[in-house]
């Protein structure tokens, strides 16, 4: 329901509706609170969660992924809350996450530009950033807090994942930046 997204690790991520392992959960037929799953670009799936109505039921609008590596979504019913006529019955929704061990990443916005055009990028624990690259090619930064960097596109660099280096870990980007002509 709502989609798919493109986990880091290049699998995709998403939920259903129904089904899973609760008998607790059930519309016209339909038995079960709904899951959290990954797909492997090769087909081989896996079911992360099974929402059982207290934590969730009929989960929509499909999966968001953080900077920090973690997946949000949230449920249309389920929770402890009463919500009476609910279709399903149960409680008003969730707003959920999960964690699948994903690391975190940065990400650039806009997803492509030319040199000299200004870029930011989105992240966090940025403020000790000692360094920042467009495929290699070392770009002059701006710390603006710790989950924003200003940066221009350096003249000479290419496509390819950008890069913030900090004292902790160095953060690829989650897509390649597109430098245009």
């Known amino acids: ?61 499909g999966l968001l992924q953080d900077t920090g590596g973690n997946f949000y979504g949230q449920t249309w019913t389920g929770g402890i809350s009463s919500c009476p006529g609910n279709v399903g019955g149960g409680g008003c929704g969730t707003i959920f996450w999960l964690s699948v061990g994903l690391g975190p990443f940065v990400e650039t916005l806009p997803t492509s530009g030319k040199a000299g055009q200004g870029i930011r990028i989105l992240g966090n624990a940025l ?42 870990a160095t953060l690829k980007s989650n897509t390649k930046f597109r430098v245009r002509q």
């Open 1 to 61: 329901m709502g989609g798919l997204a493109q986990g880091t690790d290049g699998n995709f991520y998403g939920g259903t509706l129904a089904g899973g392992t609760s008998s607790n959960c059930s519309y016209t037929g339909i038995v079960g609170c709904g899951t959290i799953f990954r797909l492997t670009p090769g087909g081989t799936l896996t079911t992360l969660h099974s929402f059982d109505g207290t934590d969730g039921n009929f989960m929509i609008n």
């Open 127 to 168: 403020t000790d950033a000692t360094s920042v690259s467009f495929n290699g090619t070392t770009a002059l930064f701006n710390v603006v807090s710790a989950t924003e960097i200003e940066t221009r596109v350096p003249d000479g660099a290419t496509t390819g994942f950008v890069m913030v280096t900090t004292p902790s």
